[in-house]
Nanobody, 124 residues
């Protein structure tokens, strides 16, 4: 079993920055790719960014240049640095993990393990 716990969400003003964390525990040896997703009110969940244990990354086109995913393998934690936040970035942000070292799986919605999410609210 893999447990994923997100943290770092909250209320931030437009233009501000926020860093989310996702800590993995349990059968962490079985994890390779990890990713961030988000679901805005009334919208479908969408991938934000993914990263493998080896450091390969993939971003949703709309997030490139503002959002950055990085990983600390020693801490079994990934992070999402979000800059220049906009009200439309308001969403519940979820962490996901998968045993396969393939960042594209996040963009095919094919991740095995999921966290419960953390809410990010961006005010205008």
């Amino acid at each position: 079993q893999v447990q994923l716990v997100e943290s770092g969400g909250g209320l931030v003003q437009g233009g501000g920055s926020l860093r989310l964390s996702c800590a993995a525990s349990g059968s962490i040896f079985s994890i390779d790719a990890m990713a961030w997703f988000r679901q805005a009110p009334g919208k479908q969940r969408e991938p934000v960014a993914a990263i493998t244990r080896g450091g390969s990354t993939k971003y949703a086109d709309s997030m490139k240049g503002r959002f950055f995913i990085f990983r600390d393998n020693a801490k079994n934690t990934i992070y999402l640095q979000m800059n220049s936040l906009k009200p439309e970035d308001t969403a519940v942000y979820y962490c996901a993990a998968d045993p396969r070292p393939d960042v594209t799986r996040a963009f095919r919605n094919a991740m095995d393990h999921w966290g419960k999410g953390t809410l990010v609210t961006v005010s205008s």
